[in-house]
């Protein structure tokens, strides 16, 4: 008999984008017929039309919604086999989008492509899973199956997968199980999301059949599971936050009340909310992301695919000055020691504690995956010994800790990303809290997810982030 398999870590997808792409084949050496495809995945049309009708509707009990299922009775339409739903952000991947959302519109039904730009995800949750919901409370045995075995595909970046993963973790809250995993096609920049459970890092060249064979391997694939992060900003009241689609407002939330806070409060303070699933950062690299991201915006014309993209981005960092600029220039630009507390609270530990800020850090990143910057793992792969020494364990996306490490400037985040180094090591945490004042500085930059914005700061009270991790998984489906 032969050994039972040991479970599998997720690790960064090492195959190449190149090689990937040249393949014709499954792994059994058989080409995915177009037909046998459509026919696995596409839902009776009954059930097509019933959730386009609900999410346009915005009621998933609308009279023209039951039409559908009383249409349908008796019927005894069999359910998809491969049942699966793909949101696409259109904008994403330079000028591949249209043509692959007309692609995944040929193999399946059409309304089973949402584009992000006509329908979002939460619309599709509150509205098109409420309809098939419903149907099988009715006793539709089809929706019933088509609702259990649902798969989800979101083809975009890893704030598009991030935005649907969201949505999805909504269920969990309402008690609607079970939560449909979600699998990625690449067509943002780093990917570090697509690359850390197997599906890529970049769009692949002959990406028609290539489409064909990651809709067969999502069938088909395990689901891992993801850990997700919780941001909470607290910020003394009328400073204007130009606010991220990861960010939200929300109502005043207070501070964990087992860490207590050092000098006086504000009367009133403005509180925003959102999750993260790879990374968290504060200084210069998404001072970087931000002055790139307006670019991008007011001059769409240049960003017309990833490679574009990476190198815009390596030439703007050089004039914001992340390569060239010493820290100690000028105040915008010294060390985040200047404007930085940390504090952790350690795995099974249950008091905080305050760490040391290293003097040489510009940026700090709180890292889940081992994907960071296009497949890179700044935190690296730590021997026994050192791990030991450190206190520290084996960093992956679902252990429930956090990786916190800085960089210094940009030659050493270089050599960094090139994994000749590790980034600075400054611990691993399962709650964070970043406590942020201003002093000389008037504004600090953070981003999320590739998601970067501007952070006002204030010389008399101070911002404060705290994360902590989201108490139910997502679920990933892994590409094998």
């Known amino acids: 008999m032969a050994p039972p398999r040991k479970p599998r870590r997720l690790t960064t997808s090492g195959r190449s984008s190149l090689i990937g792409s040249l393949r014709g084949f499954t792994l059994s050496g058989v080409r995915v017929n177009k037909e046998d495809l459509q026919k696995k995945i596409t839902f009776p049309e009954y059930l097509r039309r019933a959730i386009t009708e609900a999410i346009r509707a915005k009621d998933a009990a609308a009279a023209a919604v039951l ?10 339409a069999p359910p998809a086999e491969w049942p699966v739903v793909v949101f696409i952000n259109s904008k994403s991947g330079g000028r591949h989008g249209p043509k692959l959302k ?14 992000l730009s006509e329908v979002k995800p939460h619309e599709f ?9 419903n149907f099988a409370n009715l006793g539709d045995n089809c929706a019933k199956a ?12 890893d704030g598009t997968v991030g935005w649907v993963l969201g949505c999805l973790g909504e269920l969990n809250k309402q008690g609607r199980l079970p939560i449909p995993p979600t699998a990625v096609i690449p067509l943002g920049t780093g990917n570090d999301l697509s690359r850390s459970f197997g599906w890529g890092g970049s769009f692949p060249f002959n990406w028609k059949s290539s489409v064909k064979r990651t809709l067969e391997k999502v069938a088909h694939g395990p689901t891992a599971r993801l850990d997700s992060w919780q941001v909470l900003i607290s910020m003394p009241a009328g400073e204007e936050l130009e606010l991220p689609y990861s960010l939200k407002a929300a109502e005043e939330t207070p501070l964990d009340q087992e860490l207590e806070v050092e000098g006086e409060l504000p009367e009133k303070v403005s509180c925003y909310q959102g999750v993260f699933y790879n990374y968290f950062s504060i200084g210069m690299d998404a001072q970087v992301a931000y002055g790139f991201h307006h670019l991008r915006n007011e001059k769409p014309y240049l960003a017309q695919g990833p490679i574009s993209n ?4 390596s030439g703007y960092s050089c004039q914001q000055g992340w390569f060239c600029t010493p820290c100690s220039s000028y105040p915008g630009l010294r060390s985040l020691k200047n404007i930085l507390r940390i504090y952790i609270k350690k795995v099974n530990h249950l008091k905080w504690e305050q760490i040391p800020v290293p003097s040489s850090v510009r940026s700090i990143v709180v890292l889940n995956l081992p994907s960071y910057g296009s497949g890179r793992n700044p935190w690296g792969k730590l021997k026994p010994d050192y791990l030991e020494k450190r206190g520290f364990v084996q960093a992956h996306p679902d252990d429930g800790c956090l990786e916190i490490f800085g960089l210094k400037h940009g030659w050493h985040a270089s050599m960094v990303m090139a994994e000749v180094i590790s980034a600075k090591h400054i ?30 700061m204030n010389k008399e009270f101070s911002t404060f982030v705290e994360i902590k991790r989201v108490p139910n998984q997502s679920l990933m489906v892994r590409a094998e």
């Open 125 to 133: 949750v509150q509205y098109g899973l409420s309809c098939l919901e």
């Open 310 to 313: 990476k190198m815009i981005y």
């Open 102 to 115: 007309a692609r995944l519109q040929e193999l399946m039904g059409e309304e089973q492509v949402f584009d």
């Open 67 to 76: 039409q559908h299922y009383e249409s349908a009775r008796g019927d005894g």
């Open 427 to 456: 611990a691993q945490a399962s709650d964070i809290r970043f406590e942020l004042r201003g002093g000389e500085w008037k504004k600090s930059y953070l981003q999320m997810d590739g998601e970067p914005w501007k952070q006002p």
């Open 146 to 157: 088509t609702r259990e075995k649902l798969k989800i595909v979101v083809a975009g970046g």
